[in-house]
């Protein structure tokens, strides 16, 4: 493999607290030098002005394969991943068929491997079809290597079968369970956030409790297990809340948010427009604040898009019929520096370590950093760059995102996994 020197770049490494000018020198796919470096290369990338990232790690992403791939592939949900600046990814399991076992879990590195894109991990469901009356092959899985476990899409229902999951999964080392709160006997049929938006809209709504019980729930399973426990896609203030004092209480629990629960409310709604239809749905004013109060204070651990392709043709149903969910990979990061970044909320090495180091730690795989020898997954952006999202310029298949002509800053220059350049924006600019 041909080494690569990265020169004048600013390096943010959160892991290793470099926050500074510097290159970056990878040999065989590895990292062999940070630091003021006169080794010549294969490859030389003048980083001049551009910030150097570990490589961007997104926890939540469905790429619908198997079953439905005219939403999206793996292949195309890959190369729309690097297109973000993403060199890893974790899979959710409610395909179609649902991942449930170890063959499917093995189909899914098959086909990531053939990508050739980024690295892409799965999580298995926790239970069987993700029906929430069976506990799914766990021991199988793993050995296949999933990194955890979810029902994504659907909350387990049962508070037995939910501890039953807990247990089960504390026999083994470095897997978390993830759980999509939902207590659905409290918004089984909404479409949107239960309040003034939705009675105005004569839509069924989704009370902010379906979410915060479960939480609270499961907050109570896990003081039992001592299990790892992720909060998926957090939109509640309460949620927030209850989180921050299981933490303050040494439970091991950690949460995500999405940039759509950062940046839109439910009067997104208001025009009927199904892009902003999603589970959870777009809550209020107040959430957003608590949820940007949680992640100043570091009571939410990462950053996760919930990318979810659909069909042009699926989204144009009327509000009741669409289906839940937003594509936002490609623009993911300059979602979050909108959010997060221009509004003074945290700084880049905030940032970065919640893109990068702890959700490596989520998933216990060694990555999120640029220490020496660790694999050379890296991220080049250029901050100040400025662009417009074009939904038809996406490498994913789908177009649902309510983004389009949004203008976001942090253009993504390269995209390097195991020390190969995946993405480049300037060759991307050429072929334009």
């Known amino acids: 493999m041909p080494s690569l020197l990265i020169k004048n770049g600013r390096v943010i490494d959160p892991a290793n ?41 997104d926890i939540h992403v469905h790429f619908r394969e198997p079953g439905d791939e005219e939403e999206e592939t793996i292949a195309s949900g890959s190369a729309a991943a690097v297109a973000g600046g993403f060199t890893s990814v974790v899979c959710m399991p409610n395909t179609n068929p649902p991942i449930d076992d170890a063959t499917s879990v093995e189909y899914v590195h098959r086909m990531a491997r053939q990508a050739r894109k980024t690295h ?72 949107m956030n239960a309040g003034y938006n939705s009675t105005v809209l004569g839509l069924p709504g989704i009370d902010p409790l379906a979410e915060e019980m479960m939480v609270w729930r499961d907050i109570q399973l896990v003081r039992k297990t001592k299990m790892r ?6 939109s509640t203030a309460r ?14 629990i950690t949460c995500e948010v999405t940039p759509h629960h950062l940046l839109l409310t439910d009067a997104a709604c208001c025009d009927y427009d199904t892009n902003h239809k999603v589970n959870p749905p777009l809550r209020t004013d107040d959430d957003i604040k608590a949820i940007k109060q949680g992640i100043q204070d570091g009571t939410i651990d990462a950053l996760a898009s919930d990318h979810a392709p659909h069909l042009r043709s699926e989204k144009e149903l009327e509000f009741l019929a669409a289906p839940f969910g937003i594509a936002s990979l490609e623009c993911a990061l300059g979602l979050y520096i909108k959010a997060l970044i ?27 950093t640029l220490g020496k020898g660790k694999q050379a997954d890296i991220t080049i952006i250029d901050p100040e760059a400025t662009y417009r999202v074009d939904v038809n310029k996406f490498r994913s298949k789908s177009k649902n995102c309510p983004y389009d002509g949004w203008k976001l800053a942090g253009k993504v220059e390269y995209t390097i996994v195991g020390g190969e350049i995946r993405y480049s924006s300037r060759k991307q600019d050429s072929a334009d």
């Open 342 to 368: 221009e509004p003074r909320v945290i700084d880049w090495p905030q940032l970065v370590s919640i893109m990068t180091q702890r959700p490596a730690q989520i998933i216990s795989v060694d990555k999120g």
């Open 239 to 252: 949620s927030v809340e209850l989180i921050r004092q299981a933490k303050h209480q040494g439970l091991p």
């Open 120 to 191: 892409v991990y799965v999580m298995g469901a926790i239970t069987k079809d993700r029906a929430g009356e069976q506990l799914s092959e766990t021991g199988f899985m793993i050995q296949a290597g999933a990194v955890g476990f979810t029902d994504d899409g659907n909350g387990v229902q049962n508070t037995s079968m939910m501890l039953k999951a807990l247990k089960y999964a504390s026999m083994f080392k470095n897997i978390v369970i993830a759980q999509h709160c939902e207590d659905t006997s409290l918004g089984t049929k909404g479409v």
């Open 229 to 234: 426990y992720h909060v998926q896609h957090v």
């Open 17 to 57: 607290d470099i926050n500074e000018k510097a290159d970056i020198l990878v040999v065989d796919g590895s990292i062999a030098q940070v630091g003021k470096i006169e080794a010549t290369s294969d490859l030389t990338i003048n980083a001049k002005g551009k910030f150097v990232l570990p490589g961007l790690i």
